[in-house]
């Protein structure tokens, strides 16, 4: 990522919004978040509505077309009419900018993304009655989202057997994992034809106001997929964050099933659904090992990263739970 002061980002920004013919006056830009691979900032304006800016940190982006790319992706799920924010410029539309080598600068869609507000706060009440639905509508616009056209990193793999990898590698040890590699082996559902799938569909990449889902966000993970991998992932019980109700703490998997049904999505088999779910459980709790090991192999020192590690235990008791019995 580039450099730069305060004053130095606020005249490159002022920069792009003037070749875009948009109000640049009276700029200020407001960090949002410190998070490890992007900066996020909201930009207020006199007499204009608010933008958010989001750049990666390190020098080499992530993807070949830096967040250009992830860009592309959420204007083709817009097209499909999920709700996103509106994309206004990338390091592609201003590559010779100094705001940075990957960036995006958006429309700021108002409302809340922290968990414990949407799921407890008494002003997201009617939102929560609403959000299961919603979300099984947002989904079925994502997974009708032609992929043609889309950037040549929206690509598909074998989960299961990148995650075998991943563990491997690690040097993970678990009898409950291993359980679970061996059921999915033996339950994997028909393969269904792939479709844009967001990746990481859950609290804490939705935007939410009172009136419920206001816009879906953080698409750095979309790719080729089989539907239902969306659904079982958003029903994870770490995505709940101590909510009652197994969809995002809120709702009951019959409901969002039948509202993403109505909205057009595919028809839901119970049996696939709940195999996406039992591979998102496993997913997330390789993932804290990941995190786990990037603490204890000294590559980044992190209670945070520590404290993730141990939920290792709590996918474990999750996985054998499901595995025993599947939820109706």
């Given at each position: 990522?580039?450099?730069?002061?305060?004053?130095?980002?606020?005249?490159?920004?002022?920069?792009?919004?003037?070749?875009?013919?948009?109000?640049?006056?009276?700029?200020?830009?407001?960090?949002?978040?410190?998070?490890?691979?992007?900066?996020?900032?909201?930009?207020?304006?006199?007499?204009?509505?608010?933008?958010?800016?989001?750049r990666e940190r390190t020098s080499q982006p992530r993807l070949a077309g830096g967040m250009a790319d992830e860009a592309d992706v959420v204007s083709a799920a817009q097209g499909s009419g999920v709700p996103v924010p509106t994309m206004l410029a990338t390091n592609r539309s201003h590559p010779d900018?100094?705001?940075?080598?990957?960036?995006?600068?958006?429309?700021?869609i108002e409302g809340e993304t922290i968990a414990r507000k949407i799921l407890r706060d008494r002003t997201f009440a009617d939102a929560r009655a609403r959000l299961t639905a919603q979300c099984g509508a947002a989904l079925a616009s994502i997974h009708a989202t032609p992929t043609v056209g889309l950037p040549?990193?929206?690509?598909?793999?074998?989960?299961?057997?990148?995650?075998?990898?991943?563990?491997r590698d690690l040097g993970l040890v678990s009898p409950a994992f291993e359980l679970a590699f061996r059921?999915?082996?033996r339950h994997r559902?028909?393969?269904?034809?792939?479709?844009?799938?967001?990746?990481?569909?859950?609290l804490g990449n939705l935007i939410v106001d009172t009136d419920g889902l206001a816009a879906v966000i953080d698409w750095e993970l979309a790719h080729l997929s089989d539907p239902m991998e969306d659904l079982g992932w958003l029903c994870v019980r770490a995505w709940r964050f101590g909510g009652a109700g197994p969809v995002a703490g809120v709702g009951a998997r019959v409901d969002l099933w039948s509202a993403y049904e109505a909205a057009g999505g595919a028809v839901v088999d119970p049996d696939a659904a709940h195999w996406w779910e039992v591979l998102g459980h496993l997913k997330w709790g390789v993932m804290c090992?990941?995190?786990?090991?990037?603490?204890t192999s000294g590559a980044v020192r992190?209670?945070?990263?520590?404290?993730?590690?141990?939920?290792?235990v709590e996918q474990e008791y999750d996985l054998v739970r499901l595995i025993e019995e599947r939820p109706t």
């Open positions: 990522m580039s450099r730069l002061d305060d004053h130095g980002l606020v005249e490159a920004v002022r920069s792009i919004l003037d070749d875009l013919d948009e109000p640049s006056d009276g700029i200020r830009l407001l960090p949002l978040s410190g998070g490890a691979s992007r900066q996020t900032s909201r930009i207020e304006r006199h007499d204009a509505a608010p933008l958010i800016l989001q900018t100094a705001v940075g080598p990957s960036f995006l600068l958006a429309t700021a040549p990193h929206v690509t598909g793999t074998d989960q299961l057997e990148q995650y075998r990898t991943t563990m059921w999915l082996d559902p028909a393969a269904r034809p792939p479709v844009l799938v967001h990746g990481d569909f859950r090992g990941v995190q786990l090991a990037a603490h992190s209670v945070e990263l520590a404290a993730i590690g141990r939920r290792i």
